[in-house]
């Protein structure tokens, strides 16, 4: 605990030396312009930055994304009181809570959150994991259903971490799976199974940033080569099935089979599991709300992309607009839901309406996280964060075009972890990676484009502040810096061999050669790691 302190104190008096000398640089050419004088410069990007830090060093996310805010706001003003704190709350907290997009998440998050909470009163949960504890009989069983569901979710990342989680919980809990190493499964298989399957929201986002260009052909061309998402999926079966653990989670899994699942006291999700089920609970108080759950969803992206009215599937879901879609749809799950209960008389009408604020509270450390995150993410965008990296990557162009996808893979693994977005990534680097490639190799730019798909997954999964982490930890219900913690040193291994694949991919440009190449790395270096660290696996 001391070192930590002394770490912080070093860290804030950083910080601080940075703030008290800047003003003296910028503030008069902030004068002569509109823009703030930090506009499009670096220190666009020191705002994530210090909340990542602190988030690390204090293990405290709340005030430490804050604190990230303040500084971003800081920035903007030109270190002035009135506009620091206009900033924080007008263009930060209450604008992103003003987001159509954003408030449609948190309803569907309040609404997934009570669903959870209905199917744990009904005994669908605990009736589920009776059932599934006599079908599935060691660990590396339940931690391959995981990843399995969580690959068969497919259709959004913020859905298949809830759902994956509210469905797999009780069975690992049952194993002795520990909630960083749920969390980490949640995580591995939503936002990389996603940016693989040609029907997502995210493949819909991908080719809506590729200017002038059949989008979803290229898309579809483009996953042979994203390394980043395919070798996750091999190492996270790799190390299941190897029983290969090392870093912060190996500590969480040694622990866990001893019985405690969390390491630590924080436990922010708590109050969702007290209670006992209805004992008269069946699995089908279970699978018939989550099956309406994804038929209900699915039928809410393709109804907002224009299914109904003449357009054709996957064009539907290619335009859909997934925060409607996901609200309507679980709006109606939750409907089928409170019904089938009440015909069951598992629940009562006033059982079920109580689950509602229960649910809510349940959802609320994520909905804050979410927020806090959201708000910074503003500040980077009103510092020009966007425009510096354009400038870099263009200007890394040229002479470096066959190291170009490796090069494309860091800088978007370093702005999706910064800012915590990845579909904001695609909108920066993509269309530069295009206008580079333009009429020249279009091969090449196939895997540039891949490159930098992989590197917002990455940098997303990373990332503390990114959304799909945070509903990851929400699905898990698990303290949230511990997941970021324990899944870091993972996705850095991941992040290293799919760097090294694309230096290949760069030279070699055949998917059917770099492809196996990657994957015997990736198996290679987890041989490594079960050798390594052989005594926290035993």
């Not at 008290?20 to 703030?36: F, I």
């Not at 819909?204 to 002038?212: D, I, K």
């Amino acid at each position: 605990m001391k070192s930590n302190r002394k770490k912080l104190s070093v860290f804030l008096m950083t910080a601080l030396m940075a703030v008290l000398v800047s003003p003296m640089t910028v503030l008069a050419a902030e004068e002569a312009s509109e823009q703030p004088a930090m506009y499009a410069t670096f220190w666009a990007l020191v705002p994530p930055i210090v909340a990542i830090a602190l988030a690390l060093i204090t293990k405290e996310v709340y005030s430490s994304l804050f604190i990230g805010i303040l500084v971003g706001a800081l920035f903007y003003s030109g270190f002035k009181f009135e506009g620091t704190v206009n900033h924080i709350f007008s263009d930060g907290i209450i604008s992103v809570l003003s987001d159509s997009y954003n408030v449609g998440i948190l309803v569907f998050l309040v609404i997934l959150g009570t669903m959870v909470c209905l199917m744990n009163r009904a005994g669908g949960s605990a009736a589920f994991g009776r059932w599934a504890s006599k079908h599935i009989k060691t660990r590396v069983g339940a931690e391959l259903a995981t990843i399995l569901l969580g690959v068969l979710i497919f259709i959004d990342d913020y859905f298949n971490c809830l759902t994956v989680g509210s469905v797999m919980r009780p069975i690992t809990d049952k194993h002795n799976v520990s909630r960083a190493k749920l969390a980490y499964l949640i995580d591995a298989t939503a936002a990389p199974v996603c940016i693989i399957a040609p029907i997502s929201s995210w493949a819909a986002a991908v080719s809506g940033f590729v200017p002038g260009e059949d989008g979803m052909s290229i898309f579809v061309r483009a996953i042979p080569y994203n390394y980043y998402a395919l070798l996750t999926i091999v190492m996270m079966v790799g190390m299941v099935i190897m029983k290969a653990e090392f870093g912060a989670m190996g500590v969480h899994e040694s622990n866990a089979l001893k019985g405690d699942l969390f390491t630590t006291a924080a436990r922010p999700y708590a109050a969702a599991e007290e209670g006992e089920g209805n004992p008269k609970g069946k699995v089908i108080d279970l699978l018939i709300p989550i099956l309406s759950l994804v038929i209900c969803c699915v039928i809410g992206m393709i109804y907002t992309g224009g299914f109904f009215s003449g357009t054709d599937f996957v064009t539907a879901f290619s335009q859909s607009d997934a925060s409607v879609g996901l609200v309507l749809g679980s709006f109606f799950g939750l409907l089928i839901t409170i019904i089938l209960y009440m015909i069951r008389r598992v629940l009562s009408f006033r059982d079920c309406m109580a689950c509602i604020p229960d649910g809510f509270k349940a959802m609320v450390p994520a909905i804050l996280i979410l927020t806090f995150a959201w708000s910074l993410k503003a500040m980077t965008d009103s510092l020009g964060a966007a425009e510096f990296v354009a400038n870099l990557v263009q200007s890394s162009a040229g002479s470096l075009m066959k190291l170009l996808p490796a090069i494309v893979f860091l800088v978007a693994c370093f702005l999706a972890f910064a800012t915590g977005t990845s579909w904001g990534t695609f909108g920066i680097l993509i269309p530069i990676v295009v206008n580079v490639f333009a009429n020249t190799n279009e091969n090449l730019m196939i895997i540039s484009i891949s490159a930098c798909m992989a590197g917002a997954v990455c940098g997303d999964h990373c990332s503390p502040i990114s959304d799909t982490t945070i509903m990851a930890s929400a699905g898990a219900q698990c303290d949230h810096v511990n997941h970021v913690s324990t899944q870091l040193p993972y996705a850095i291994v991941a992040a290293a061999v799919s760097f090294v694949t694309y230096i290949i991919a760069g030279f070699v440009q055949n998917a059917f050669i770099c492809l196996p190449i990657g994957i015997v790395l990736m198996l290679l270096v987890l041989a490594v790691i079960k050798q390594r660290f052989s005594d926290l696996n035993e």
